[in-house]
């Protein structure tokens, strides 16, 4: 299998799992903060899409996805252009606000196409470049996208789990 093939399919399952999380959930689902200090599913659907789109830009030196948009103000989530939350409180978790859940996916879906587009570009020796020296050892390309799609897909995991614990809700399996 060739490794644009393997990480490709990685990419896509985040936005798999976005795609039944989100399907018919209410606003107040949305919203909740499980134990009123967990991060809600939106913020974690959006957390996960903003880290994707953050880093990737990163890699790619193109705009994000967020900036080229203009997802702020589709979305109503004032956070500027390399702002994915990471480290949020509670309360900024609480302001985090997305009317249409369709939006997060939809945003998470365009920093897909972006992701797996990079990952077209690459060639086997491409992976091996390091993209950042502050880490020991330093990270390479390749490292660097399977910790992206990872925390995207723990990030959506975790909504998963929200979901259950807010409505009793499951994937169905």
């Given at each position: 299998?060739?490794?644009?093939?393997?990480?490709?399919?990685?990419?896509?399952?985040?936005?798999?799992?976005?795609?039944?999380?989100?399907?018919?959930?209410?606003?107040?689902?949305?919203?909740?903060?499980?134990?009123?200090?967990?991060?809600?599913?939106?913020?974690?659907?959006?957390?996960?899409?903003?880290?994707?789109?953050?880093?990737?830009?990163?890699?790619?030196?193109?705009?994000?996805?967020?900036?080229a948009g203009?997802?702020?103000?589709?979305?109503?989530?004032?956070?500027?252009?390399?702002?994915?939350?990471?480290?949020?409180t509670a309360?900024?978790?609480?302001?985090?606000?997305?009317?249409?859940?369709?939006?997060?996916?939809?945003?998470?879906?365009?920093?897909?196409?972006?992701?797996?587009a990079h990952?077209?570009?690459?060639?086997?020796?491409?992976?091996?470049?390091?993209?950042?020296?502050?880490?020991?050892?330093?990270?390479?390309?390749?490292?660097?996208?399977?910790?992206?799609?990872?925390?995207?897909?723990?990030?959506?995991?975790?909504?998963?789990?929200?979901?259950?614990?807010?409505?009793?809700?499951?994937?169905?399996?």
């Amino acid at each position: 299998m060739d490794h644009r093939d393997i990480l490709t399919d990685a990419a896509r399952r985040p936005l798999d799992a976005a795609t039944l999380v989100l399907k018919d959930i209410d606003e107040a689902t949305l919203h909740t903060m499980p134990g009123g200090t967990g991060n809600s599913i939106a913020w974690l659907a959006w957390h996960a899409a903003r880290q994707l789109d953050v880093q990737l830009a990163e890699l790619n030196g193109k705009p994000t996805v967020w900036e080229a948009g203009n997802w702020s103000a589709t979305m109503g989530v004032n956070r500027g252009p390399v702002d994915f939350g990471f480290g949020d409180t509670a309360e900024e978790v609480a302001a985090l606000r997305v009317t249409e859940p369709a939006l997060l996916r939809d945003y998470l879906e365009l920093c897909t196409v972006a992701l797996v587009a990079h990952i077209a570009s690459l060639s086997a020796e491409d992976l091996d470049e390091i993209v950042d020296e502050s880490w020991e050892p330093p990270v390479s390309h390749g490292v660097r996208l399977v910790s992206i799609i990872d925390d995207a897909a723990a990030h959506l995991g975790q909504a998963a789990y929200a979901r259950g614990l807010v409505e009793g809700w499951s994937l169905g399996f």
